[in-house]
């Protein structure tokens, strides 16, 4: 474990702690067993605001090998997220005219959930997937040619001296991942083509801000972006950011557009925009990020006095989405065993295991109609609307869900 005192993208020090959720265990590191005899590491989860470049990041740093080996989140496990996926690539296709001759190339490429809508078109592919286990999928369930490796600089450079160039470059929910952003990012100009595009979509702090999610925050986020601090890392590396959008993925992602700033093509308009609203807000303060902290606390008191009371009124409550975000919610709000009885994920390869820290059992959503608790705590918000539908029944015989946030409520 390592812990940083000076800023991962521009190198200034010292950082500007405004958040400090105790200690918790690595929030994918699903259990086998729920042996109390075997006490899980903990590590210390704090957000810090850099004074000179206004990037958000983790003060802490676990070894990316002990996290990311042997991950357990699919995408492909996400009606959403599949559609977000083949739209993108249809839009990516028509207006970069891919074809034959082309190559698309994706960092943490998961099970291939993206690049397979390239593939299935006839644009040649290539996929970048730190996790052994997911990697193997992507090649034997989707045959995309994967590379098992973290995107680095040096990687890219390897690429490019194979002949490999991109003529588009995915990133989809990996920045925040990455410790060594600086390398991540000169990486993308190396890997490029001169006309090339990278496509980059990163969950945007201000939603984060506005909606109180702080239960995005783990360790395997290293960083909470803005436009700002995305725009000074990209130009150090002399990657122009021509487009901007604001997704709502993720609980609200921005999507970039960015191209080797030598023949990068007209900024948009959206650009400025963003940058001159993120000033108004004061991005570069830190106000905003201290007044977050506060609604935090409330939000944690809030949802656990509501728990209890369903508990103490003898009511039964389970949790939906054994998810990283679920994770840090439950540790880093005292919620635990006490109040919860199981948790369920649609995830096959999390079913049958434990939640970090609170150590609930994982099954089936069908464990909600089998046994029917009154209240579902939804950990994975995010996906709010798929999961209220896909549980239509359970919520037809009257059981009700609670949305922790942005405020504590129940559907
Ligand atoms: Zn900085």
Redesign the pocket.
Known sequence: MNTTS???????AP?QTVLSLGYTPLANALRDDNSPSRPEPTFPLELAV??????V?LTTEVPPEVLFREYVYFSSYSETMLQHAAQLAQALIREQRLGQTSLVVEAASNDGYLLKNYRAAGVPVLGIEPARNIAQVAIDQHAIPTRNEFFSRDLATQLVREGLRADVFHAHNVLAHVPDLNSFVAGIHTLLQPTGVAVIEVPYVKDMLDQCEFDTIYHEHLCYFSLT?LQ?CFRRHRLMIHDVLRVPIHGGSLRLYASPAESAPAVSPRVEALLAEEAHWGVATLAPYQAFAQKVQTIQHDLRQFLQQLKAAGKRIAAYGASAKGSTLLNTSGIGADVLDFVVDRSPVKQGKYTPGTRLKIYAPEKLLETQPDYTLLLTWNFAEEILQQQAEYRRRGGKFILPVPQVRVA
Do not use: I, N, P, Y
């Not at 000076?6 to 200034?12: D, K, L, N």
């Not at 850099?50 to 990037?55: E, F, I, R, T």
């Open positions: 000076a800023c991962r993208s521009c190198g200034q950082l850099c004074d000179h470049c206004s990037l990041q601090a000074e």
